[in-house]
């Protein structure tokens, strides 16, 4: 897990026992299987099996087809490629409902596990926002629980909305199109 991330409730209660490759998102598409998701690398959750180490090697060796990329830029080249369905490893994406960030807000304060401090540059935007951030979730459980139920609003991003890798404002649901694929072979080669 990065270290810009703050837990807010446990988020263990939101992992798919089935799934083998857990990965929070940047934006999510309403869909946890969908690969169109935008995921980021900061909050994943994996489980040790033969189908999650073919898909480590797969990507550590796919990054040669990728020079330059950050490993999450890298999955997102590779979720795609026939190898995956291959290998049969079960990939699903985390809800922003509950593991949330700064590029996609989670609207509901009663399901938020976790916040994270993504499409944002600048460890001082990170830490001015995070402090927000936290104060946003005092004020909410300091509610009396009649009013727990009732909509509100975050005050983040705030900082980060400022630096110059936040997101333009989109739709939740407008996600890139399909990555290119690679093959399998070619993501292999040593």
């Given at each position: 897990q990065?270290?810009?991330?703050v837990?807010?409730?446990?988020?263990?209660q939101?992992?798919?026992?089935?799934?083998?490759f857990?990965?929070?998102?940047?934006?999510f598409?309403?869909?946890?299987?969908?690969?169109?998701?935008?995921?980021?690398?900061?909050?994943?959750?994996?489980?040790?099996?033969?189908?999650?180490?073919?898909?480590?090697?797969?990507?550590?060796?796919?990054?040669?087809?990728f020079?330059?990329?950050?490993?999450?830029?890298?999955?997102?080249?590779?979720?795609?490629?026939p190898?995956?369905?291959?290998?049969?490893?079960?990939?699903?994406?985390?809800?922003?409902?509950?593991?949330?960030?700064f590029?996609?807000?989670s609207?509901d304060?009663?399901?938020v596990c976790?916040?994270?401090?993504?499409?944002?540059?600048?460890?001082?935007?990170?830490?001015?926002?995070?402090?927000?951030?936290?104060?946003?979730?005092?004020?909410?459980?300091?509610?009396?629980?009649?009013?727990?139920?009732?909509?509100?609003?975050w005050t983040?991003?705030?900082?980060c909305?400022?630096?110059?890798?936040?997101?333009p404002?989109?739709?939740?649901?407008?996600?890139?199109?399909?990555?290119?694929?690679?093959?399998?072979?070619?993501?292999?080669?040593?």
């Amino acid at each position: 897990q990065d270290a810009d991330i703050v837990w807010l409730q446990n988020p263990f209660q939101r992992f798919d026992p089935d799934a083998d490759f857990q990965i929070a998102c940047d934006r999510f598409s309403g869909n946890s299987f969908n690969l169109r998701n935008e995921p980021n690398g900061g909050f994943n959750y994996v489980k040790s099996n033969n189908r999650t180490i073919e898909f480590y090697k797969f990507w550590y060796n796919s990054r040669k087809m990728f020079p330059g990329l950050h490993d999450q830029d890298v999955l997102n080249e590779i979720k795609f490629d026939p190898y995956i369905q291959k290998i049969q490893v079960k990939i699903r994406f985390l809800d922003t409902k509950y593991i949330a960030g700064f590029c996609q807000v989670s609207q509901d304060f009663n399901a938020v596990c976790t916040m994270h401090a993504n499409c944002c540059f600048g460890l001082e935007a990170k830490i001015t926002d995070l402090r927000l951030a936290l104060e946003d979730w005092r004020n909410f459980m300091e509610l009396p629980p009649d009013q727990k139920s009732l909509p509100r609003s975050w005050t983040v991003p705030k900082k980060c909305r400022e630096t110059p890798f936040h997101p333009p404002d989109e739709s939740p649901n407008s996600l890139p199109p399909a990555a290119p694929k690679i093959s399998a072979q070619e993501g292999n080669n040593q």
